[in-house]
């Protein structure tokens, strides 16, 4: 019988919120960034109702308590920001006041004429002694005797002039201190909160092939020849540089050019076949040099304020190590041979999958969490996951958390493309960034349904979209044989619109030929070296550093979810709005999302949200084109032709 | 570290529904009505996953399995439906199954032209050789020799004959049989599903003061006298009549005519200001009878098919045996005095309030409950509880658990009129029933939003609204010095939009005096005796018994949730569809809303969802009028005058 047990709750505490499937995995927010933490708080009754907020670093016995403001229908509210990478647990207490309750109950008793107050008053009186003695015992005199001496003044103090008396904010802070909280409720629903490092919500990546880092089809690069381009990276304003996958390559059916299933003698291979007699996921291919050169490389890069993110690809060429060490960690046929990767028809022979689920599978998991561990240690703070909707969900959440145990800084980018709620699971279960369907979101509408559901939907508060315009493994229709332009309007798409946002190395130059019929690159680098000029005229390499210039110096586009979308009367033309949470950086982007005419609009500007008074002139800054118009009212004409310029990006002032 | 424990989730299994408060409390349904229990349900890679559902009694060990279907978007459902009132678990479970897999492999092979497929074959027999192996294990040595068998055959059979052989319903079937699960997964969460008897969902209650039941002002009737009333009840197709308390009145402080401060000597008091030097909760008002006489009216009353139920109202009169057997569960004043309830500046002298977290709190929560099991044990199976929202919403929890651990079937109606998302959770922590704002919703698009948040929305899985026009508290404002009409009106949308509803006597005299301004009656059944005659010329009796006839005689009137509304051109008409689950019945109701003047509009019934194809004829039958017509297509007319009727409630066939 319940009855034996604890006192039951006296508050109804419910509904907390933000919660990621009702707190089975954390919300994520990063440091600087505002939480607003709601709840369902209520009791029966009159009673004046109080609610704070409790919260701590989950390893952490202290609470801090936040007040709550009431908001309507019973909703409650407090903002909250942490300033500090940690996991956080975060709960509310709520209790009637008996000094506010009596407070309420007195002031309607005046209201409605009651006259003789004097057993009022007596009962105030109790309120304060009790109040008084909790100060006490706290060792607390100095409130003690403040509120001591009030009491005697009450008793002293006409009927009329109570309120006057005990109805100010002194009073009101001084009893506040030591409220009685015997009846007191906590909510059995918490919040967990993990706050990350800004660079896991603010960052924008360039991805290149190291082997290909001097644009020369005859010849090799090394970690040593990478420099000049994570220079010229730096020079664009990106601050990951990417690789991928750094291993041995193995030779064993490897992959020829254009994926083919033959392969000549001087072919380079694909780097996610990984292993060979020379090592697996510990070592480095020789002809990029040495870990010692990898370290090095990540040195220096990080002198130019560029992290390199490793590509942690789960994959073994039949050459790896762990095939004949562990051959238990593959999937076997009848005959006993190992089974090399199929999605039948297609057959991929250069790659075994592990067995996750195989019976060694804590040997195997450990392995590749110390694979990790081990680029962690080498100073690798960025990995890119491969295809990790292809492994356990389970594996994941274990793997993150093991590494977030020895350095809770380490970002993890999950490479899923693949159906919404594997791609959102991952994100819950602790990846930090994810890639998105953005390269597929062509027309106004597409764009606008697909930025309100990551930023205003649930998936808000655990998915944090990277937006890529290609990929190595994606040249998308709308860029195949596309003018520079085209590849303009994406970029200027892909860094306003989330914040963070990549390209694969080659986008700048806008290369744009496709293998005929497929998304894929022709002569992709996934199997062969490249000549390339990484200055050839008509490249795009300016107008991206001025989107990573803006990017960096307008904290509107350093938050994720602030973000309106404005009616344009042309629906060629996407605009949208983004502000910081304290509203000093305002920005309005106009994009034309139409390469080839120009696209003419009113759009319709919420003046309040970007803190415009009507009929007011107001300024619109062009920041990519260092252009200024003065606008007035809602309703603006935008003009964008391609052929000269393909977005405004707007910063909104004062006349 | 997680590696040392047991294998983790292979599946992910996750946002089951319909939950209530994430499982929080119990997802309420009754005997016959069916529930579509839904999982989000995946893994990685391209194995063939398959869901079950798992349900027991609560207190059962032994689970029943119920296979799930895949819809879109990695959803999953299953339809369950029980009959018998009790508290079932619900849980799921998924595993990527071995032959499944091993087949949509095989099929792909052969779509893909793959012409050796040996060694697919040898990982067909080690699977079959493992269901064989399982199947015995069981003893179920029949199945696994049609699975040697089946092994036999395969190993004979040409490759171009394997799917006919294997792919066939019977195989299916036998290999699902003895499924693989050594790597399923079973959710962590679980639904709790509260099955009830009927009478919790579908019931038309009628309330009389038994005091009054003569209908003589000058007399106080007993329960003896109530037989007839009762009789007309049952006439007019009620099947539960509720009594406001029925036990002693206080003499302290009562209050007189009109809720007048002063009192008469002859006054008999308001009911709900229990408790007498005679009796408490326990006893009956003398001027009634006895307990004795209560209980053969009970049996009285059931044998003409009315249940009574009685009003569980925690007040007590300064006059009961609590007060001076425990004044410690009263709140005190400092000069030791009792507090009577108060709102300022309104005062109720009459009445002290219960203080539910005094120090006794255990000790007076355990006598409350003890009170239900008091009546319980007289036979009373329905309580309709007077404010609940002004007590703990643990206590509730607590007191309806502990009344069902007795007997499930006791049925509580909350009469809650407060802030909404109290009146919810009343609903969240046990009430059977609830009072709804319908009593206030009088436009068509109130009405139709408030019947789309309770039938549609998170309310339909715990909150069942019982809908009444009126109250012996509530005369609202449209129905003062309203004509007759207004009465049928509302009666009609009462008994056909919720499949419970109510009146308090005298409605069916459309009895429409009020306090002036207020919404209260003159002469107010709470504080006085009034004289009535039950026929007295213009009563609605016919139209309210002809409502609860097509309640009961229409399966469509006992489905709570499946509701549609049907636009009408004129939104002085509201129109909607209700249907049983296996829609062998489907009405359309058609209710003019305004009582004064005939109105006219187009309706657009939806010919899908009532089973009628285009342009072809079908009948709609009106069962208040006995009226037939033949409809054609979407659009058709009505046309009602309130002089004449009111509403149509068709029932829809083919022609």
Same mark, same amino acid.
């Given at each position: 019988?319940?009855?034996?047990?604890?006192?039951?709750?006296?508050?109804?505490?419910?509904?907390?919120?933000?919660?990621?499937?009702?707190?089975?995995?954390?919300?994520?927010?990063?440091?600087?960034?505002?939480?607003?933490?709601?709840?369902?708080?209520?009791?029966?009754?009159?009673?004046?109702?109080?609610?704070?907020?409790?919260?701590?670093?989950?390893?952490?016995?202290?609470?801090?308590?936040?007040?709550?403001?009431?908001?309507?229908?019973?909703?409650?509210?407090?903002?909250?920001?942490?300033?500090?990478?940690?996991?956080?647990?975060?709960?509310?207490?709520?209790?009637?006041?008996?000094?506010?309750?009596?407070?309420?109950?007195?002031?309607?008793?005046?209201?409605?004429?009651?006259?003789?107050?004097?057993?009022?008053?007596?009962?105030?009186?109790?309120?304060?002694?009790?109040?008084?003695?909790?100060?006490?015992?706290?060792?607390?005199?100095?409130?003690?005797?403040?509120?001591?001496?009030?009491?005697?003044?009450?008793?002293?103090?006409?009927?009329?002039?109570?309120?006057?008396?005990?109805?100010?904010?002194?009073?009101?802070?001084?009893?506040?201190?030591?409220?009685?909280?015997?009846?007191?409720?906590?909510?059995?629903?918490?919040?967990?909160?993990?706050?990350?490092?800004?660079?896991?919500?603010? !960052?924008?990546?360039?991805?290149?092939?190291?082997?290909?880092?001097?644009?020369?089809?005859?010849?090799?690069?090394?970690?040593?020849?990478?420099?000049?381009?994570?220079?010229?990276?730096?020079?664009?304003?990106?601050?990951?540089?990417?690789? /991928?996958?750094?291993?041995?390559?193995?030779?064993?059916?490897?992959?020829?050019?254009?994926?083919?299933?033959?392969?000549?003698?001087?072919?380079?291979?694909?780097?996610?076949?990984?292993?060979? $007699?020379?090592?697996?996921?510990?070592?480095?291919?020789?002809?990029?040099?040495?870990?010692?050169?990898?370290?090095?490389?990540?040195?220096?890069?990080?002198?130019?304020?560029?992290?390199?993110?490793?590509?942690?690809?789960?994959?073994?060429?039949?050459?790896?190590?762990?095939?004949?060490?562990?051959?238990?960690?593959?999937?076997?046929?009848?005959?006993?041979?190992?089974?090399?990767?199929?999605?039948? /028809?297609?057959?991929?022979?250069?790659?075994?999958?592990?067995?996750?689920?195989?019976?060694?599978?804590?040997?195997?998991?450990?392995?590749?969490?110390?694979?990790?561990?081990?680029?962690?240690?080498?100073?690798?703070?960025?990995?890119?996951?491969?295809?990790?909707?292809?492994?356990?969900?389970?594996?994941?959440?274990?793997?993150?958390?093991?590494?977030?145990?020895?350095?809770?800084?380490?970002?993890?980018?999950?490479?899923?493309?693949?159906? /919404?709620?594997?791609?959102?699971?991952?994100?819950?279960?602790?990846?930090?960034?994810?890639?998105?369907?953005?390269?597929?979101?062509?027309?106004?509408? $597409?764009?606008?349904?697909?930025?309100?559901?990551?930023?205003?939907?649930?998936?808000?508060?655990?998915?944090?979209?990277?937006?890529?315009?290609?990929?190595?493994?994606?040249?998308?229709?709308?860029?195949?044989?596309?003018?520079?332009?085209?590849?303009?309007?994406?970029?200027?798409?892909?860094?306003?619109?989330?914040?963070?946002?990549?390209?694969?190395?080659?986008?700048?130059?806008? $290369?744009?030929?496709?293998?005929?019929?497929?998304?894929?690159?022709?002569? !992709?680098?996934?199997?062969?070296?490249?000549?390339?000029?990484?200055?050839?005229?008509?490249?795009?390499?300016?107008?991206?550093?001025?989107?990573?210039?803006?990017?960096?110096?307008?904290?509107?586009?350093?938050?994720?979810?602030?973000?309106?979308?404005?009616?344009?009367?042309?629906?060629?033309?996407?605009?949208?709005?983004?502000?910081?949470?304290?509203?000093?950086?305002?920005?309005?982007?106009?994009?034309?999302?139409?390469?080839?005419?120009?696209?003419?609009?009113?759009?319709?500007?919420?003046?309040?949200?970007?803190?415009?008074?009507?009929?007011?002139?107001?300024?619109?800054?062009?920041?990519?084109?260092?252009?200024?118009?003065?606008?007035?009212?809602?309703?603006?004409?935008?003009?964008?032709?391609?052929?000269?310029?393909?977005?405004?990006?707007?910063?909104?002032?004062?006349?």
């Amino acid at each position: 019988m319940i009855l034996q047990g604890q006192r039951l709750p006296t508050v109804v505490i419910s509904d907390l919120s933000p919660l990621v499937e009702g707190g089975r995995y954390p919300t994520k927010r990063v440091a600087g960034e505002q939480i607003q933490i709601e709840a369902d708080i209520f009791k029966e009754g009159h009673d004046v109702t109080v609610a704070i907020l409790l919260w701590r670093p989950a390893h952490r016995r202290k609470w801090t308590e936040v007040p709550m403001t009431k908001l309507d229908n019973d909703r409650w509210s407090a903002p909250l920001t942490f300033h500090h990478p940690d996991r956080y647990e975060i709960r509310i207490m709520a209790w009637a006041d008996d000094f506010l309750s009596w407070l309420h109950d007195f002031e309607r008793r005046i209201e409605g004429g009651q006259e003789d107050l004097q057993t009022e008053i007596e009962e105030a009186r109790v309120i304060l002694n009790q109040t008084a003695i909790r100060a006490a015992s706290e060792r607390c005199a100095g409130d003690a005797e403040k509120i001591e001496s009030l009491t005697t003044q009450l008793m002293k103090c006409p009927v009329e002039e109570v309120l006057d008396l005990i109805d100010t904010p002194e009073v009101r802070s001084l009893l506040a201190r030591w409220p009685n909280r015997a009846l007191a409720t906590t909510s059995d629903q918490k919040i967990l909160l993990q706050v990350e490092s800004k660079a896991a919500l603010f !960052s924008a990546w360039y991805e290149f092939f190291p082997r290909n880092a001097e644009g020369l089809a005859t010849r090799h690069s090394t970690f040593r020849d990478c420099l000049p381009r994570i220079e010229d990276a730096a020079a664009m304003g990106f601050d990951v540089v990417y690789f /991928p996958p750094i291993h041995p390559i193995g030779k064993t059916q490897r992959k020829g050019k254009n994926n083919s299933v033959s392969c000549e003698a001087d072919d380079v291979g694909s780097p996610w076949a990984i292993g060979s $007699e020379i090592g697996g996921h510990r070592s480095v291919e020789p002809a990029l040099g040495t870990v010692k050169d990898f370290v090095w490389l990540l040195n220096k890069a990080r002198e130019h304020g560029i992290e390199i993110a490793l590509d942690f690809a789960l994959n073994c060429s039949p050459d790896h190590p762990y095939v004949s060490d562990h051959p238990e960690w593959f999937f076997s046929r009848p005959d006993g041979s190992i089974k090399y990767a199929e999605n039948p /028809p297609k057959k991929y022979q250069d790659i075994y999958p592990l067995d996750f689920h195989c019976d060694d599978w804590r040997e195997l998991w450990a392995e590749l969490r110390d694979v990790v561990l081990f680029w962690v240690d080498k100073g690798v703070r960025i990995f890119r996951v491969d295809n990790p909707h292809t492994k356990p969900v389970a594996f994941w959440e274990w793997l993150i958390a093991e590494i977030h145990a020895v350095d809770s800084d380490v970002i993890f980018l999950s490479e899923a493309f693949t159906r /919404p709620k594997m791609m959102q699971v991952l994100g819950k279960v602790g990846f930090t960034q994810s890639y998105t369907y953005f390269t597929w979101r062509e027309t106004s509408q $597409e764009l606008r349904e697909y930025v309100e559901e990551l930023t205003h939907g649930p998936m808000r508060e655990y998915y944090r979209a990277n937006f890529w315009p290609n990929t190595p493994d994606i040249l998308p229709y709308h860029l195949q044989n596309a003018p520079p332009v085209a590849f303009k309007i994406r970029a200027a798409l892909a860094a306003t619109l989330s914040t963070s946002w990549g390209i694969y190395s080659g986008y700048e130059l806008c $290369e744009n030929k496709p293998l005929p019929g497929r998304e894929e690159y022709l002569d !992709s680098e996934k199997y062969q070296l490249k000549d390339r000029d990484w200055n050839q005229p008509g490249n795009i390499k300016a107008f991206i550093s001025q989107l990573n210039k803006i990017r960096r110096g307008n904290s509107a586009l350093q938050s994720y979810a602030n973000i309106a979308f404005v009616h344009a009367d042309n629906d060629q033309i996407l605009a949208y709005c983004k502000w910081s949470d304290d509203r000093s950086s305002i920005l309005l982007m106009v994009v034309n999302l139409d390469p080839h005419h120009r696209q003419e609009s009113m759009i319709h500007v919420p003046l309040e949200l970007v803190g415009v008074k009507p009929d007011t002139d107001y300024l619109v800054e062009d920041l990519l084109h260092n252009e200024t118009y003065t606008w007035k009212n809602s309703s603006n004409f935008v003009s964008l032709d391609p052929r000269i310029k393909c977005a405004h990006i707007f910063r909104i002032g004062e006349k």
